[in-house]
């Protein structure tokens, strides 16, 4: 079965660090993008940071820049989002998709929560 699994979330205090995994089952991560999005209540899905497998190349949102690493294991299949200095703004369901390059995103996990809270 084709499927990505998001883990790594939880509850963290403001300052601190938290590493997200998205692993992928049944399809390779190769010639790829894969993109990690949050959702926070009341508020529209927006693309935190991606990366390409074919190139490396990665993007980061304005807010993510400079705190957030995203990077992937090739012999794991998975990619990583490591999310520093957090800010209680963090707070959301985050989500990985991977697409096609120039396609659209057609496999998504299921979220995993991260809350930012003293």
């Known amino acids: 079965q084709e499927q990505l699994v998001e883990s790594g979330g939880g509850l963290v205090q403001p300052g601190g660090s938290l590493r997200l995994s998205c692993a992928a089952s049944g399809f390779p991560l190769d010639y790829r993008q894969i993109g990690w999005f949050r959702q926070a209540p009341g508020k529209d899905r927006e693309a935190v940071a991606c990366?390409?497998?074919?190139?490396?190349?990665?993007y980061y949102n304005a807010s993510a820049k400079g705190r957030f690493t995203i990077s992937r294991d090739n012999a794991e299949n998975t990619v990583y989002l490591q999310m520093n200095s957090l800010k209680p703004e963090d707070t959301a369901v985050y989500y990985c998709?991977?697409?096609?390059?120039?396609?659209?995103?057609?496999?998504w996990g299921q979220g995993t929560q991260v809350t930012v809270s003293s």
């Open positions: 998709a991977s697409r096609v390059s120039g396609g659209e995103y057609d496999y």
């Open positions: 990366i390409s497998t074919i190139d490396g190349s990665t």
